[in-house]
């Protein structure tokens, strides 16, 4: 189908190559898929991710492990994948580590000419730091106590999960290429998704 790399059914591992998922006896002798990265069903650690000063940048193998300089903790089941539902960033990482590797481009230059640009977000970007051209335009983050973040906002390497730059127009037209083609009318997100993403096939011993 179209240019499908990756199987949504099959083993994380088939396709990581800059780290591997340290399975382990939690999984139950279950392997982890795309599927189950996508729905947040794989069984994952590390729910959300406070991001870093422009000072810190860890590697993504870092966060994955929870090495310092990353200050999350490993990335690693809790239990058996496909058992429910549970919002992991660490598991959405992870995906970002997949669409790197198999693509051979870092994962703001891949999903800016295979996303952001087809759906005409010019006002969107993965950068980390953000582009040039959009931070004059990026909004102050605050803590919780309603303090402004120091150097204006937080950087996100884990990409994937945290690290979209965007504005309320650029977001309305994902929406809309979204609804449109499930409404039969654009086939827009449906191509892109199987740029990388295809359905199983039959595997022979």
């Known amino acids: 189908m179209e240019e499908g790399r990756v199987e949504l059914h099959r083993d994380i591992n088939d396709y990581l190559r800059s780290w591997k998922f340290p399975y382990d ?6 392997t982890i898929t795309l599927a189950h990265l996508l729905s947040h069903t794989a069984g994952l650690t590390v729910h959300g991710l406070p991001g870093y000063p ?10 994955l492990n929870g ?25 959405t990482t992870i995906t970002q580590a997949i669409v790197s590797d198999v693509s ?15 759906l005409g977000m010019t006002q969107s970007s993965f950068h980390q730091p953000p582009a040039p051209q959009l931070a004059p335009h990026l909004a102050s983050a605050y803590d919780e106590k309603g303090e402004p973040v120091p150097g204006h906002y937080h ?3 884990e990409q994937a999960a945290a690290g979209l730059w965007t504005t309320p127009s650029d977001l309305a037209r994902l929406l809309i290429s979204i609804q449109m083609t499930l409404r039969g009318e654009d086939s827009s997100i449906y191509s892109l998704s199987l740029y990388l993403y295809s359905p199983p096939k039959p595997h022979h011993e």
């Open 54 to 63: 422009s000072t810190t940048d860890p590697p993504l193998t870092e966060i």
């Open 104 to 118: 051979g481009l870092p994962y703001e230059e891949y999903m800016l000419e295979k996303v952001l640009r087809p």
């Open 25 to 30: 006896s939690t999984t139950h002798n279950k």
């Open 67 to 91: 090495l310092p300089p990353a200050v999350n903790d490993p990335v690693r089941s809790e239990k058996e994948p496909g058992a429910g539902y549970e919002y992991s960033g660490g598991g």
């Open 155 to 157: 950087l996100y390497p």
